[in-house]
Nanobody, 124 residues
Framework: QVQLVESGGGLVQAGGSLRLSCAAS????????MGWFRQAPGKEREFVAA????????YYADSVKGRFTISRDSAKNTVYLQMNSLNPEDTAVYYC?????????????????WGQGTQVTVSS
C-alpha cells in the first residue's frame, strides 16, 4: 500500500505561481511513474503531467506545456509540480498518483494509488 499526501494548493492571482508537493510512503518510490491530474467542477479528471520511474523523462498535457514542471526527489520520496503563469482555467483539485510501472501514461485508470487532492484556485 502506498500513501500519497499532496500539499501546496491555495488561492493565487492570475499570472502567479504555486508549487505542489506529493509525499509518498513507499521504499521503492523511485521506480514508480508519478503523475499529476486535475479535476475542475463539472468536468472529468484530466492528465496534467507525469514523470518516469527510474529516470527523469517527463510528459505534459498541451494545456500546461511550458508553464508547469514536474520533478521528483527520490531521497525525499516526493514529487513536485511547479506551476507558473497560472490562469483561471487552471482552477481545479489537483491529485497526484502513483503507477507501479515505471513508464507513465496519461490514462488515469492505469494509476494504482491516489492522493486526496489539493485545491488550486486562480482568480482573475
Amino acid at each position: 500500500q502506498v500513501q500519497l499526501v499532496e500539499s501546496g494548493g491555495g488561492l493565487v492571482q492570475a499570472g502567479g505561481s504555486l508549487r505542489l508537493s506529493c509525499a509518498a510512503s513507499a521504499r521503492t518510490f523511485s521506480s514508480y511513474a508519478m503523475g499529476w491530474f486535475r479535476q475542475a467542477p463539472g468536468k472529468e479528471r484530466e492528465f496534467v503531467a507525469a514523470i518516469r520511474g527510474n529516470g527523469g523523462t517527463t510528459y505534459y498535457a498541451d494545456s500546461v506545456k511550458g508553464r508547469f514542471t514536474i520533478s521528483r526527489d527520490s531521497a525525499k520520496n516526493t514529487v513536485y509540480l511547479q506551476m507558473n503563469s497560472l490562469n483561471p482555467e487552471d482552477t481545479a483539485v489537483y491529485y497526484c498518483a502513483a503507477d507501479l510501472h515505471p513508464i507513465p501514461t496519461m490514462s488515469s485508470s492505469r494509476y494504482d494509488y491516489w492522493g486526496q487532492g489539493t485545491q488550486v484556485t486562480v482568480s482573475s
